[in-house]
């Protein structure tokens, strides 16, 4: 089956504006978790989300926010970018319900801020 | 606090030798599950294993294995007959009964050398 889908893979913006990130979850998935991996600080935990509500939340700034769908598609939402937030940002899903079930990542969307 | 420790931040092993990549945690939960991930430099997180916190037996998957000491609270991951495709980042990352969130080591990076 159809893994992890993030788009778009690449993504190039300037200080100052916003980006949204698209996550599709493997079918029947029900949870989705976000991460930001950087050389210094490596995977840092954003947020989960699991049948359209937060469950869990790192210690991110609010410019970083997310969403998720009745479909279990998830959308992350970073405003007022700053040079600091050039990342790899993963996606992961996993079916939610209980803690040996690993999470399955995405291939990740690679953001660059000019 | 960091709940997963990772303290090699590279090894390197010859081809068809064994390797073992350290990981230690910390939590006073009971119940919880421990996870290893591949990263390749083309950056996707790949699932090798879990072993969960009440397994009496350390998991294994194909030419991975989970060194499981609960006591000591370390989960190494054993590569036997290394091949030159095992060249990556690893990650150990726990997730807690009591949440859903995953907490990741820094990860160690294994080079293979033919």
């Known amino acids: 089956k159809a893994g992890v889908t993030q788009t778009p893979r690449y993504l190039i913006k300037t200080r100052g504006q916003q980006v949204t990130l698209s996550c599709s979850p493997i079918?029947?998935?029900?949870?989705v978790s976000w991460y930001q991996q950087t050389p210094g600080q490596g995977l840092q935990f954003l947020f989960e989300y699991f049948s359209e509500t937060q469950r869990n939340k790192g210690n991110f700034p609010g410019r970083f926010s997310g969403r998720q769908f009745s479909n279990s598609r998830s959308e992350m939402n970073v405003s007022t970018l700053e040079l600091g937030d050039s990342a790899l940002y993963l996606c992961a899903s996993s079916l939610g319900g209980h803690p040996n079930q690993p999470q399955h990542f995405g291939d990740g969307t690679r953001l660059s801020i000019l | 606090a960091q709940k997963i420790t990772q303290t090699q931040p590279g090894m390197f092993v010859q081809e068809k030798e064994a390797v073992t990549l350290d990981c230690t945690y910390d939590?006073?939960?009971?119940?919880?599950?421990l996870f290893w991930y591949k990263q390749p430099s083309s950056g996707e997180m790949i699932f090798l294993i879990y072993?969960?916190?009440?397994?009496?037996q350390n998991a294994t998957e194909g030419r991975y294995s989970l060194n499981f000491q609960k006591a000591r609270k370390s989960a190494n991951l054993v590569i036997s007959a290394s091949q030159l495709g095992d060249s990556a980042m690893y990650f150990c990352?726990?997730?807690?009964?009591?949440?859903?969130?995953?907490?990741f080591g820094t990860g160690t990076s294994l080079t293979v050398i033919p």
């Open positions: 939590t006073s939960d009971q119940s919880y599950g």
């Open positions: 072993q969960g916190s009440y397994d009496e």
């Open positions: 990352a726990m997730i807690l009964r009591a949440g859903n969130q995953f907490y």
């Open positions: 079918s029947g998935h029900r949870s």
